[in-house]
């Protein structure tokens, strides 16, 4: 699987727009970008994974630039309760057969 | 529609012991892993079963293993307790094949070695 690299911390204030950027410069054709978020203590989230195209559902869009080398993870309005670890995987298979690799994320602290 | 449910949440061992933690994955799905996260670290992939097999191992010892039942349902057993053992387990579950599948997560096992 490709390596990933992300800041290792954020700050956003309450409301705006969170995005959390992720460099993934040798990702391969079939590998997708998937991110999870991990709040305190809690096991980590699913949060929304793309191919090639942007994709968007009810927590967050994913942008992921036409050379597949990076991706955006944005948060719309973000609340204090997005503060948490997020992280940006890379995976060889859409597919469950293969297990996640975590790096250390970026800790997404929102300010009020 | 349960989701992934794991038990126990905490427990507390002395080195040594062999510990035992389990796993029932979300409904309708066939692939369990297990992932160990040590305070401040992301989880790191442990193994994976799916058809009652272990079909992916991380660097993990021999002191961990684990089992998958018909119903799917897993146990993850680690033996010769360390210190360095204590951490949060994670089951995560998810169909083996289909493309764009998302894995989900449970809570966890608070393991404590002292």
């Known amino acids: 699987d490709a390596k990933t690299t992300q800041p290792p911390s954020m700050d956003c204030a309450e409301g705006r727009a969170a995005n959390l950027p992720c460099n993934h410069s040798t990702i391969s054709g079939n590998e997708y970008v998937y991110w999870y978020r991990q709040i305190h203590s809690q096991g980590p989230q699913y949060i929304i994974h793309g191919l090639k195209n942007n994709e968007t559902n009810e927590m967050a869009s994913l942008i992921i630039t036409e050379d597949r080398k990076s991706s955006t993870l944005i948060l719309p309005h973000a609340t204090l309760r997005d503060t948490a670890v997020y992280y940006c995987i890379v995976k060889r298979s859409g597919g469950g057969a293969d297990g996640l690799t975590f790096g250390k994320g970026t800790h997404l602290i929102i300010q009020p | 529609d349960a989701g992934v449910t794991q038990s126990p949440t905490h427990l507390i061992k002395t080195r040594g012991q062999q510990v035992t933690l389990r796993c029932s994955p979300k409904?309708?799905?066939?692939?369990v892993s297990w992932y160990q996260q040590a305070l401040g670290q992301g989880p790191q992939f442990i193994f994976q079963?799916?058809?009652?097999?272990?079909?992916q191992r991380g660097n993990f010892p021999d002191r961990f293993s684990g089992h998958q039942f018909p119903n799917y349902s897993s146990e993850l057993n680690v033996n010769a307790l360390l210190l360095g053992d204590s951490a949060l387990y994670l089951c995560?579950?998810?169909?083996?094949?289909?493309?764009?599948?998302?894995?989900?997560f449970g809570e966890g096992s608070w393991l404590t070695v002292v």
């Open positions: 995560a579950s998810s169909f083996q094949t289909s493309s764009g599948n998302t894995i989900y």
């Open positions: 409904s309708g799905h066939d692939t």
């Open positions: 079963y799916y058809e009652e097999e272990e079909r």
